[in-house]
């Protein structure tokens, strides 16, 4: 049954002008990536700061530079809740950057998404920072802020907000690194770290969005 609908899925591609023949297929198909979480649930896949314990070091103390040059500085995200998730662009899990787009969208007040575009995972975004930024809206129609390319995984290349999302003497219990691409973390109002969803965990899902409300 699966073959058939992927069979299917193939047959109705049309490449899009803007991707090449294999981002437009991981778009189309994304859905079928997405449906064994669906299915039977993510719970494997989330890490919970259940003892709701706080930072070592403060999260507003960070910075990052976007793809446009700009510094953001953290300590102007107080009172906002905070998603954090490093992404790609050759990558079959490229298609939450719509969905992202979408809470970006409904929670606008409330909520600060962040994407740190990386080339860690099987050389999957070998763009430059201009190259991402226009890949990112002309295809998803990408608003939220984008920083520059850096490192996410543990060691000497990753970049200091990841070194604080993955290192628990830094948030305070965390020490998982990004998985894959579209690995996520969530972080409160006052900073405090309280989640990391691997890249099966859809940014639309309840265990995410039910935070947000």
């Not at 969530?186 to 995410?208: C, H, K, N, R, W």
């Amino acid at each position: 049954m699966l073959i058939a609908v992927v069979i299917v899925a193939a047959a109705m591609l049309i490449k899009q002008k803007d991707m090449t023949w294999r981002q437009s297929l991981l778009k189309t198909l994304y859905p079928l990536i997405m449906l064994k979480g669906k299915l039977f649930g993510n719970k494997n896949e989330i890490k919970m700061n259940s003892g709701n314990v706080v930072p070592a070091t403060s999260f507003y103390a960070l910075r990052a530079i976007q793809s446009n040059g700009d510094t953001l500085h953290f300590s102007t995200l107080k009172g906002k809740k905070v998603l954090i998730v490093n992404t790609a662009s050759d990558c079959g899990f490229t298609g939450q950057y719509e969905e992202l787009e979408t809470l970006h969208r409904q929670y606008g007040n409330q909520l600060v998404i962040l994407g740190f575009p990386a080339n860690d995972f099987k050389e999957q975004e070998k763009k430059s920072d201009a190259e991402i930024s226009s890949f990112c809206k002309i295809n998803y129609g990408v608003s939220f802020p984008l920083m520059q390319k850096s490192g996410v995984v543990n060691g000497p290349a990753q970049h200091p907000v990841y070194q604080w999302l993955s290192h628990a003497g830094s948030n305070g219990w965390n020490d998982q690194a990004p998985v894959w691409n579209f690995s996520k973390y969530l972080v409160d109002e006052q900073g405090v770290l309280l989640a990391f969803y691997t890249q099966m965990v859809s940014p639309m899902d309840p265990a995410i969005a039910g935070l947000l409300k």
